[in-house]
């Protein structure tokens, strides 16, 4: 898979509208400005790139500089990088890797924790606000229930595979029924003699 102008030109308008739109975070981006940052997704054949300016962050598939950090990680990871407080963890278990330096990603994962993502503000200009929320608070909802609901079919689960693990026999139990069932064969076979006999007198 590679990087179509219009999925660069989609995460940048995204990104600038989450991270460039709220003043409270001037200070953040600020620490950002100027730097640059490649992420390196094992699901995707070429980098994106982002250059951080004071108005903006630009995202790119290309570049021939070499950024101030780079990333290699796992689609799935991205998600975590939202949460500062798991940075390092990651990078212990090696979910991570960082090339450069590191406070670059710091600083971003920093800028991305600080954002608030309110599905209600971006619903508004469409629905408006009473009907966002409204909406918003639904969604919430409806998540939180099937989250529930995986949770208790997951324990259900291995509750279930725990107490029939503990009920199946253990192999000196299988060597007991198998001796078992060829003494009950040698009985019957010596039973079926002893009748062969006795008709025939």
């Keep these: 898979m590679t990087l179509t102008p ?19 975070l001037k200070a953040a981006r600020q620490r950002l400005n100027g730097r640059s940052l490649a992420i390196v997704l094992t699901e995707l054949k070429q980098p994106i790139i982002f250059i951080f300016s004071e108005q903006q962050v630009d995202v790119i598939g290309e570049w021939s500089d070499t950024p101030d950090c780079t990333v290699r990680t796992r689609l799935a990871t991205l998600s975590k ?3 500062r407080q798991q ?5 212990r278990s090696g979910e991570l890797e960082v090339e450069g330096d590191l406070q670059v990603v710091q600083q971003f994962s920093a800028l991305l924790d600080l954002a608030e993502l ?10 408006g606000d009473i009907a966002a929320q409204g909406i918003t608070q639904f969604a919430r909802r409806g998540f939180n229930a099937i989250r529930r609901d995986v949770q208790r079919k997951q324990s259900y ?3 279930t595979l725990t107490e029939e693990w503990r009920l199946a026999p253990g192999s000196l139990e299988l060597a007991w029924f198998a001796e078992e069932v060829d003494a009950l064969s040698r ?13 025939v007198k």
């Design 81 to 83: 990088l939202r949460d």
């Design 118 to 127: 309110d599905p209600a503000e971006y619903l508004a200009p469409w629905t």
């Design 157 to 159: 689960l291995s509750q």
């Design 6 to 24: 219009l999925l660069t030109a989609s995460l940048e308008t995204a990104l600038n509208h989450l991270l460039y739109r709220d003043r409270g």
């Design 87 to 91: 940075l390092t963890t990651l990078i």
């Design 187 to 199: 009985s019957m076979d010596a039973l079926d003699a002893r009748l062969s006999q006795l008709e």
